[in-house]
């Protein structure tokens, strides 16, 4: 199955790459190796239910999740314009889950799964990477959650 027709199958419309926020770009190329800048929970550009405070406070490990997955949408999006077609994704190698944490909470591997659980959806086997969640003070925009992913390009 292409992964045109997974998304669709999955009831996701993948958006236009996000704008950058300052001076960088949402993804970048080397050899076969594609890099997504850190992506915020943004749909139609503003945060998504959940995607805005602190993790443990005003924001459940739930909505947070929820709010992951639709940071691994925005990653999806921007490695897929640079490399011309999601068709041009091969497979997902890495990610880093940023959470904006309250003091005491420590459910980051929760929150990742959102995003984890997305790309191994959308890539099957090929979608299985390895991972850091990282519990942070604050992120961009007061996010909840913020996530960066490496895929591998099809030759």
């Given at each position: 199955?292409?992964?045109?027709?997974?998304?669709?199958?999955?009831?996701?419309a993948?958006?236009?790459a996000?704008?950058?926020?300052?001076?960088?770009?949402?993804?970048?190329?080397?050899?076969?190796?594609?890099?997504?800048?850190?992506q915020?929970?943004l749909?139609?550009?503003?945060l998504?239910?959940?995607?805005?405070?602190k993790?443990?406070?005003?924001?459940t490990?739930?909505?947070?999740?929820?709010?992951?997955?639709?940071?691994?949408?925005?990653?999806?999006?921007?490695?897929?314009?640079?490399?011309?077609?999601?068709?041009?994704?091969?497979?997902?190698?890495?990610l880093?889950?940023?959470?904006?944490?309250?003091?005491?909470?420590?459910?980051?591997?929760?929150?990742?799964?959102?995003?984890?659980e997305?790309?191994q959806?959308?890539?099957?086997?090929?979608?299985?990477?390895?991972?850091?969640a990282?519990?942070?003070?604050?992120?961009?925009?007061?996010?909840s959650?913020?996530?960066?992913?490496?895929?591998?390009?099809?030759?």
């Amino acid at each position: 199955m292409s992964i045109r027709a997974k998304l669709a199958e999955l009831g996701v419309a993948l958006p236009d790459a996000p704008k950058p926020l300052a001076a960088y770009v949402p993804a970048v190329r080397v050899g076969n190796l594609i890099y997504s800048s850190g992506q915020l929970p943004l749909l139609n550009g503003a945060l998504v239910s959940g995607g805005k405070g602190k993790v443990g406070l005003s924001v459940t490990k739930e909505e947070a999740k929820a709010a992951a997955r639709q940071c691994a949408i925005n990653a999806l999006a921007a490695m897929a314009a640079c490399v011309g077609d999601v068709e041009n994704i091969e497979r997902i190698v890495k990610l880093t889950v940023f959470v904006a944490s309250e003091s005491g909470f420590s459910e980051q591997p929760f929150v990742a799964n959102g995003a984890s659980e997305f790309f191994q959806e959308v890539f099957g086997e090929n979608g299985r990477h390895a991972r850091s969640a990282v519990g942070v003070a604050e992120l961009p925009m007061s996010a909840s959650v913020e996530v960066e992913a490496i895929g591998v390009a099809k030759p």
